[in-house]
């Protein structure tokens, strides 16, 4: 029932930053998160952030990439800075209620960092 669109991506020169937004259409659950997939590769956890503000990054972006949530708003972002090539990959919003579920995804959004 949930439904999540991303907007934000784009193509980057390395150093540069962009900010990644995930609207819901309906209230966000408990745990909001983005994931990234790269050509070739699994998806993988790039950042969440719970209800209750707890946040956790992967240490390919820590101190880079900072998650967001704005209830009120039923929004999501991801503030990239340092974007580097290594962070190419097309990132997905998802929410669950549990970190054990699978949840609701959105389609992605391609972000490409390249000189």
């Known amino acids: 029932q949930v439904q999540l669109v991303e907007s934000g991506g784009g193509l980057v020169q390395p150093g540069g930053s962009l900010r990644l937004s995930c609207v819901a259409s309906g209230t966000m659950l408990r745990i909001m998160g983005w994931y990234r997939q790269a050509p070739g590769k699994q998806r993988e956890l790039v950042a969440t952030?719970?209800?209750?503000?707890?946040?956790n990054y992967a240490d390919a972006v820590k101190g880079r990439f900072t998650i967001s949530r704005d209830n009120a708003k039923n929004t999501m972002y991801l503030q990239m800075n340092s974007l580097k090539p290594e962070d190419t990959a097309v990132y997905y919003c998802?929410?669950?209620?549990?970190?054990?579920?699978?949840?609701?995804w959105g389609q992605g959004t391609q972000v490409t960092v390249s000189s």
């Open positions: 952030v719970t209800s209750g503000g707890t946040t």
């Open positions: 998802n929410t669950r209620f549990l970190s054990t579920m699978s949840g609701y």
